[in-house]
């Protein structure tokens, strides 16, 4: 596994590599897919992590529909974003305020689903390196459990990094065909419920260029099994380590019983591998209404394992949809990017993009010209991220791909 507390630098050689991945599988369509399909995807301005951020959610989910024909009677499951340990800060502030989703946004979402009518709210999140409960793990970012436990009339906790409580894994198919994976072993709480939820930071990737609601379904896969130190015969009982030797550089298998790669002999480098799990992952498991928190965030990466050039920024925007792929799409425009970018293109400088491979993939649609903007449109809410970080030598190169090291969240 790479350590994020020890993140490398862009060699000659990876930068090397990473052109030799493009060689190697191909060059993408540029054009998006008329057949992918869409979704409306509501937009909405929220300087602060106060009361409006309740008033913003609602006003945002009844301009897409209304909450209550998606919650109402079903077991809910909101995959929320803790990457790292809660010690690892960008300087003095927060982690809630650059890396992770904010307790705020998550409390009145709970709130928001309990009053639709939701029967059952499950916080769901692989706990970094730990199997302890995800509601101590929280007490340990200085967060109180006990709030968001009292948002809502039933809402329990689960950390699904291991088996938790459950006394099996549930194996999740990919439906048609697969790109790396044919299917994923998961804690059960992904099978069990009725409606998923992703909710995202409004972050960029090291390795996957941007991390919305789709890359934080990477965070669904317990290390028990797909870890640096999974057992090779079988799960491990605790999760070690992240999931860099399977995911990321395909050095090894996940666990004995649970179904390998389709194909050893492409290529073992992050850019290409990891956009493709992903894409597995949510197909696998797909999403059913994507939130994303950009409230306040990070530039320059996604952890504060990235770099000197992470920057604290304060975006001041809500983002949600009830397609993963249009909602992403309008979350990598607000960021000051191109969703229909292709690889060698910011944000996808050397990996191919995530949102491109999910379209070819009949997930969703990424091209804005296609997808219904709902509330602030999208020029008036844009937040372009690169020049917060970026050195001028940088952006004269039009490139920042001297900060990716090997992230393994």
Not at 79 to 100: D, I, W
Not at 216 to 234: K, L, S, V
Request: proline residues 8%; hydrophobic residues 40%; glycine residues 12%.
């Amino acid at each position: 596994m790479g350590n994020p507390m020890c993140p490398g630098r862009m060699s000659r050689r990876r930068l090397l590599a990473g052109m030799g991945v493009a060689a190697a599988g191909g060059v993408l369509r540029a054009q998006g897919s008329p057949m992918a399909p869409t979704a409306p995807v509501a937009v909405a301005k929220c300087s602060t992590y106060g009361p409006e951020v309740t008033a913003t959610l609602d006003r945002m989910f009844d301009q897409l529909g209304g909450l209550g024909r998606i919650v109402k009677g079903k077991t809910v499951a909101i995959k929320v974003n803790l990457t790292g340990l809660p010690t690892m800060r960008l300087g003095y502030a927060p982690v809630e305020s650059t890396t992770y989703t904010h307790p705020a946004v998550i409390g009145a979402a709970i709130h928001l689903m309990d009053r639709a009518g939701a029967r059952r709210i499950r916080l769901v999140e692989c706990a970094f390196l730990t199997a302890e409960p995800l509601a101590e793990f929280m007490l340990r970012a200085g967060w109180e459990p006990r709030n968001l436990a009292n948002a809502g009339a039933r809402v329990e906790f689960e950390n699904t990094n291991f088996l938790g409580s459950y006394k099996s894994y549930a194996r999740l198919m990919v439906p048609g065909r697969a790109l790396l994976f044919p299917g994923f072993d998961f804690n059960r709480a992904y099978e069990e419920c009725d409606v998923m939820v992703s909710m995202a930071k409004l972050k960029e990737h090291a390795t996957a260029g941007v991390t919305l609601s789709i890359k934080n379904m990477f965070g669904t896969t317990p290390c028990t099994i797909y870890g640096d130190q999974a057992g090779e015969n079988e799960p491990s009982e605790v999760p070690r380590g992240g999931r860099g030797r399977v995911f990321h550089a395909g050095e090894r298998p996940p666990s004995k019983g649970s179904l390998p790669e389709l194909d050893p002999t492409t290529p073992r480098i992050d850019h290409y591998r990891i956009p493709r799990v992903i894409v597995d992952i949510v197909k696998a498991r797909p999403v059913h209404l994507a939130i994303i928190d950009g409230i306040q965030s990070m530039a320059g990466g996604e952890g504060a394992w990235n770099g000197p050039q992470l920057k604290a920024v304060s975006p001041g925007i809500l983002v949600a949809g009830t397609n993963a792929v249009t909602t992403d799409a309008v979350g990598t425009a607000l960021m000051g990017f191109d969703p229909m970018a292709e690889r060698g293109t910011a944000p996808f400088e050397l990996c191919d993009s995530t949102l491109q491979l999910a379209e070819m993939q009949g997930l969703g649609t990424r091209d804005l010209k296609r997808i219904e903007v709902v509330g602030t449109p999208i020029k008036d809410a844009v937040f372009p991220y690169r020049p917060h970080w970026l050195r001028p030598r940088q952006e004269k190169m039009g490139t920042g791909t001297n900060f990716l090291p090997r992230e393994v969240l």
